[in-house]
């Protein structure tokens, strides 16, 4: 076996035990109703160009066919039925885990505790959890997936297949939500930057295309009449307070939902400051490396340094999501700035770990470095873990739902006989599912892997 | 072994941790018996009572279940082995 053989299978055990621990429960997870009963039934009965027709005439202030497209490709390429969106979700963990790992090189063990700990930060963070909910997937978690393919195609040669992948990942994007804008402008920006993957003529292709749906979303649009809930901007003052809040929640995960009056008044328990203190800390060691920059070009490829041109990506990225939260913003929408973060953490941390185990300081100075790397590793992988806690609680709360609300669900359903059957199918496909016993889950869950954020509430 | 992968490898250990304990707990779960989840309480009201109490209260009784004809699908789910409730 050669010296990079058993580094890569740790990584690759790691990846695959994360995937199988989501996947677990996200195979018990019933079908919601809210969000998604009538989009079923729709999909089950109506054609393709009948629902997009009727979604275009009736449009609201929401512009997403993708979504409507994606939703047909979910339930006739998974099976037929409403488990296909399971078996989607598990498609999609295994998709994010492969995309992720193959951004990252893995030669050696230094490499592998780099790629380690990035992993555990990108399943573990509060966005990836959240967009395990199924609506959401199919949605903010394309968009992320479609982002790390990003990476590859700033990276490629900039050949005209990689132009036209740069093209069809753009219009996918936007076309499936809001937040797909940031793919097209990851891709602009990174022509700009000197990423050699984009041309400047497809660039300018991709501005156009900003800008044309920008204008289009501004001119034609209804807008948002507080049905977003209290996140729903309507003054400059709320929405500039919105766009501040959104980069803070990536970060921290507060305050959740861009409400700043939650700040303080939720209780601090011990998860909500490891998460905080989590999210800080990879700022720190990102930073680090990029003042490390010129050190680090002794040891490492121009391709493997955290330089001036990633750290602006993203930064523009950040302010990508930032300012799509001028129309509202959720907490869960960090996740399409987790792989550009992902790929710097993983750089990051072997440029960290190189230069400690160089550097001429007292054994007890080293000792306190490598302590406050393994705390961050332990951290990260201790919220990879709550990812499971938090995935069981979003399952049992569908549960309690269906027990709650099923006679307003049939009430509602019964003005059209012909949903009852897809309604009735969707309430025995619940009570075929195993139930999450989180009642009885230990204290120190609650109050060390809890994160009540994440959960659909 | 450098001094550098010493350090990677000790980065390592959390997240070889976690994917043991997953390892082990999918394994026992899938054999055993499957600790973080039981059979359905779905139509349970005495369950309710004791996990949900503001819902069952809401609710006053049980919940009429739909019949099982007619319905537009239906797949069997894979279970686990379940332990014995709590």
């Given at each position: 076996m050669s010296g990079a053989a058993l580094p890569k299978l740790a990584l690759g055990f790691v990846a695959a035990a994360i995937v199988a621990l989501y996947a677990h429960a996200i195979f018990y997870t019933p079908i919601a109703y809210g969000d998604q009963f009538q989009e079923i039934h729709r999909t089950f009965t109506w054609s393709l160009s009948q629902y997009l027709s009727s979604y275009m005439a009736g449009q609201g202030p929401l512009f997403r066919p993708g979504e409507i497209v994606l939703r047909y490709v979910i339930l006739y390429g998974f099976g037929g039925d409403p488990f296909a969106y399971n078996y989607f979700q598990i498609l999609y963990l295994a998709l994010t885990a492969i995309m992720a790992l193959s951004l990252v090189p893995c030669r050696n063990w230094a490499d592998a505790g780099a790629a380690i700990t990035a992993l555990a930060f990108l399943f573990g963070h509060h966005a990836y959890v959240a967009v395990m909910e199924a609506n959401i997937t199919f949605s903010n978690g394309l968009v992320l997936l479609l982002m790390l393919v990003v990476l590859h195609v700033l990276q490629a040669k900039g050949s005209l297949t990689t132009q036209i992948l740069a093209i069809a990942l753009s219009l996918a994007a936007v076309l499936t939500k809001?937040?797909?804008?940031?793919v097209p402008v990851a891709l602009a920006s990174g022509a700009l930057l000197g990423f050699p993957g984009v041309r400047r003529s497809t660039a300018i292709l991709l501005v156009a295309l900003i800008l044309a749906y920008v204008g289009y979303r501004l001119a034609t649009l209804p807008p948002f009449?507080?049905?977003?809930?209290?996140?729903?901007?309507?003054?400059f003052a709320e929405r500039l307070s919105n766009m501040i809040a959104a980069p803070v929640m990536i970060v921290t995960g507060d305050p959740f939902d861009g409400e700043w009056s939650q700040f303080l008044s939720r209780h601090l328990y011990p998860w909500r400051i490891i998460r905080i203190a989590l999210g800080l800390a990879t700022i720190i060691v990102i930073l680090a490396a990029y003042l490390l920059r010129k050190r680090a070009a002794e040891a490492f490829p121009d391709q493997e340094l955290v330089d001036g041109k990633w750290m602006l990506l993203l930064l523009i990225v950040g302010a990508a999501s930032s300012a799509i939260a001028f129309q509202y913003t959720r907490h869960r929408f960090g996740a399409m700035v987790l792989p550009v973060a992902f790929l710097l953490l993983d750089r990051s941390l072997r440029i960290l770990i190189w230069r400690l185990s160089r550097i001429d300081v007292a054994a007890w100075a080293r000792v306190a470095a490598v302590s406050l790397l393994f705390a961050f590793s332990l951290g990260w992988a201790t919220r990879a873990a709550d990812g499971f806690v938090v995935l069981r609680n979003i399952g049992a709360k569908i549960m309690i739902d269906w027990i709650e609300h099923w006679q307003e669900y049939r009430a509602y359903e019964g003005r059209d006989p012909g949903t009852l059957p897809y309604l009735d199918a969707s309430f025995w496909a619940a009570e075929e599912m195993p139930w999450p016993t989180v009642r009885d889950d230990w204290p120190f869950v609650k109050f060390w892997l809890g994160d009540e954020d994440v959960m659909n509430r | 072994m450098t001094p550098s992968d010493r350090a990677g490898a000790l980065l390592s250990l959390p997240g070889l941790l976690l994917g043991v304990a997953v390892f082990f707990y999918l394994f026992f779960a899938k054999t055993?018996?499957?600790?973080?989840y039981q059979a359905n309480?779905?139509?349970?009201f005495d369950a309710l009572t004791k996990s949900n109490p503001r819902v069952a209260a809401k609710l006053g009784g049980p919940i009429t279940p739909p019949s099982?004809?007619?319905?537009a699908f239906h797949r069997e789910p894979v279970l686990p082995v379940f332990c014995s409730p709590r």
């Open positions: 809001e937040v797909g804008l940031i009449e507080g049905e977003m809930g209290a996140s729903t901007p309507h003054t | 055993v018996c499957e600790p973080f309480q779905l139509l349970d099982r004809e007619g319905l």
